[in-house]
């Protein structure tokens, strides 16, 4: 699956963003502190439901406090799932349990240097693994190809405890390396300014989607 990602740190990009990507079943929101990443997204949340878009939303928590963030989106609408860094503060347990009391998938990410390993206890618990394929925060970031490894080594790791979990790619996905990546075993594409910036968005998103659905 294709998700469109939206990093912008006010609320008028955002819904320029949105609007033009709003053809996408599911658009992914960069949610920012400034602490965890450098950037600060837009603050202005409950004005995503007077948009009156019908996509789906999902919520990429790079914070050093998930669970604040998790309340503060708890009345936005359409939101299906919200994953969060392994390398922040909070419990992720709890953070996990929070999550899915508001009827959200729940996934945790993990940056390009973390161990794939930091998942383990937890993929019981999970809907989605997230990969970053650079260090977040913003987008043209470079694409880091060391996170292949780890997204083998979790693969293999699944299959032998026989347990299904999506797992997806943040950063730098382009169709110059969504099939080298899809044969990685992944089954999400995260992809921001390879759609957002293009010419024509929705034409971006369906070539990339062809190529994904190529076997």
Request: glycine share 6%; hydrophobic share 40%.
């Amino acid at each position: 699956m294709i998700i469109p990602a939206i990093l912008v740190n006010n609320f008028s990009d955002f819904e320029e963003q949105a609007k033009k990507l709003s053809f996408a079943p599911l658009i992914q929101i960069d949610v920012m502190d400034g602490s965890f990443v450098d950037n600060i997204s837009f603050t202005e949340i409950e004005k995503i439901n007077g948009l009156n878009l019908t996509t789906g939303w999902e919520l990429h928590l790079m914070v050093q406090h998930p669970l604040e963030e998790i309340t503060k989106w708890a009345n936005v609408k359409n939101i299906k799932r919200a994953i969060f860094h392994i390398e922040g503060e909070d419990n992720p347990l709890s953070t996990i349990n929070a999550i899915k009391q508001n009827g959200w998938e729940a996934g945790i990410a993990l940056n390009p240097d973390t161990s794939e390993r930091e998942l383990l206890p937890y993929i019981s618990s999970l809907d989605i693994a997230l990969f970053m394929t650079v260090y977040p925060g913003q987008q043209g970031a470079p694409f880091v190809p060391e996170v292949q490894e780890k997204i083998v080594n979790f693969r293999k790791t699944l299959e032998s405890k026989e347990t299904e979990l999506t797992i997806a790619v943040d950063g730098a996905v382009n169709k110059n390396n969504i099939l080298e990546i899809k044969n990685w075993g992944v089954n999400n594409f995260c992809v921001g300014g390879a759609i957002s910036r293009a010419t024509d968005p929705k034409a971006a998103y369906e070539e990339l989607t062809n190529l994904t659905d190529y076997v």
